[in-house]
């Protein structure tokens, strides 16, 4: 063939297979189910029964689980799931950032993978085209977002009974907290250091986070609400100016302790670390979406405000 | 044995592919016994629900995406380095890497909705990214009806640069996209199942076909783009159809597997150097060599630490590095570039 026909032949048939679709999702046969609920991601979930195997792919979602009693239904667990501790004699199915294993989670035989927000929507495709139900359980934005969460996965694997009480007590607990604070006017700005790897600029969280949320409950003012996005730098400059009067160390498992960051420069010139209000606190209480949030609520009141609650 | 060996490149190659192949689909992290596999296979027996669903859903796909992208990168690296007429050229040297990555980092950066397209819209995008760059690099390296090889090269990295820094930007401002950006980027195969085999495979056919009829005319390159024009051969148009046959192999390749290195670059030199450098037998060979040691690196991350898996990337550079500089040392010819 001549070089010259080989080569238009070759971007004509190129061209038209540029044409080719991408393979539509399979349609799902309807079929007579009793839970049916919408995921985070507006797709119609339905299971015929409760469901007795679960997979939970986040820590939050491992949490949620077993705090409304559902603990013997889980199956499999991803590898960051650590609390309770029954939780870490369940089987490993791998890790959210570094590979989910999708042939142990096919062998588990689940009828149910419990997703969240940190789960790429390309596996939850994934899981279904391996014929798997898949429901993917978006981050609430506030504390009536959890508690609607820990009712959809009561629902989900047959717990409505232990999902109310915990609700009710959690709102409790919430609400007991908010009756200390009534009438405290002083609210000390509070920054919740994320990581300080380039102790000029650390990262913290923005306004509108969690973090955020849980400190203004608490009675507090978050240092990092002038910055915008979920995670962001804030310069030592700025926190300067702002002068903390609390510093809440959220890498403290990471080895950052109290004696380290006053050796940072222009550290040491910051109240919070001359008054010696620099505390360590587990970041896996506000980081995963779960009933620890309000844990985490209690330990941030009785650090802010000693005097109001203990 | 070893001269029956050597004479015989197809024939080793090829029971090479074959071997990591049927390796690749008995591994895993579930214990399935190999002769249940193989007859499975041979449509002896039929296995129970879920062993075949691992089989025909998990396995059988995921092996076939990662040989055609091994074939995809290691044939366009080939077909770079005769192309470049430089031995440090692989399948991203003209910013099909960086482009790629932008495209995917764009995509993941901005979380779009989960449509059906949304499934697939960060392939699409690393596809349409590594095009793009391409294109882009081309069109500033051409000169009136001529593409300088080396102004193509300058454009390439200077492009692969820009790219690059758009997507740190794009990732350090994602919000908590950041993970989920640098775990594509070092090269885990981001989907599964049998649409990204069905999505890549006419593209990566299509490049393929191209490049393997190309190795004759890639010979007579070798001699210079003067001399090969004086001797008959469309220059300009060659140098089009092999970036545009080798870009999209690897831009395929990129875009359903993430970023694997070094099997573009390594694997076409150590078969030069047991082989020679006669394109028409290099660039097969190459398929051949790309798709088994592929195979052969993604075997090993996925066993090492198992239940997780390694990002083949990481392999490919652990492993191929030690073993080329073994080949160096061997080889008592002189090198064939």
Sequence with gaps: ??????????LLITSLLAACGAPTAEPTAASDTSISLTDGLNRTVSLATPAEHVISLAPSNTEILFAIDAGEQVVGRDAASDYPAEALSITDIGDTYAGLNSEIIVSLQPDLVLAAEITPVEYVAELEQLGLTVFWLANPTDLDGLYTNLNIVAQLTGREVEAIALIESLQGRAATVEAALAGVTEKPTVFYELDAT????????????????????????????????????????????????????????????????????????????????????????????????????????????????N | MRTFLVKRPFFLNACLVALTLLLSVAFGSVFIPPKDLLSALLGQISLDQTNATILY???????????????????????????????????YLIGV??????????????????????????????????????????????LGKTVPVTTLILAGVALSSFATALSSFFMLYSENELRRALAWLLGGAALSGWPPVIAMLPYVAVGLSVLLLSGHQLNVLQLGEEPAQQLGLPVERVKVLLIVAASLCAAAAVAFSGMIGFIGLIIPHALRLIWGADHRRLLPLSLLGGA???????????????????????????AGVPFFLWLLRRAKAQMYW
């Design chain 1, 1 to 10: 063939m001549k070089f010259n026909t080989l080569f238009r032949t070759i």
């Design chain 2, 57 to 91: 859903e998990i396995r059988l796909p995921h092996t076939l995406l990662i040989a055609l992208t091994g074939a995809a990168l290691a044939t366009s690296g080939a077909a770079y380095q005769g192309l470049f007429r430089n031995p440090l050229a692989d399948p």
């Design chain 2, 97 to 142: 890497a960086s482009g790629a990555g932008l495209g995917a980092v764009l995509v993941m950066a901005r979380n779009w909705p989960a449509t059906p397209l949304g499934y697939y819209a960060v392939p699409a995008a690393a596809f349409l990214g590594a095009l793009i760059t391409v294109a882009a690099v081309y069109s500033i390296a051409r």
């Design chain 1, 198 to 309: 380039d102790s000029s600029a650390p990262w913290t969280a923005g306004g509108g986070t969690f973090i955020d949320l849980l400190i203004t409950k608490a009675g507090g003012q978050n240092a990092g609400a002038v910055l915008d996005g979920d995670y962001a730098q804030i310069s030592i400059e700025e926190l300067l100016v702002q002068n903390p009067d609390v510093i809440l160390l959220g890498d403290a498992a990471y080895g950052v302790t109290v004696e380290s960051i006053a050796a940072r420069a222009g550290w040491d010139q910051l109240a919070a670390v001359q008054t010696g209000q620099v505390f360590p606190f587990d970041d896996n209480l506000v980081s995963r979406p779960g009933p620890r949030l309000i844990d985490a609520l209690e330990q941030l009141v009785r650090l802010l405000h000693p005097d109001q609650f």
């Design chain 2, 292 to 318: 088994s040691a592929l195979l052969l690196a993604d075997l090993l991350a996925r066993m090492l630490f198992a239940p997780e898996v390694l990002p083949v990337g990481i392999l490919t550079a652990l």
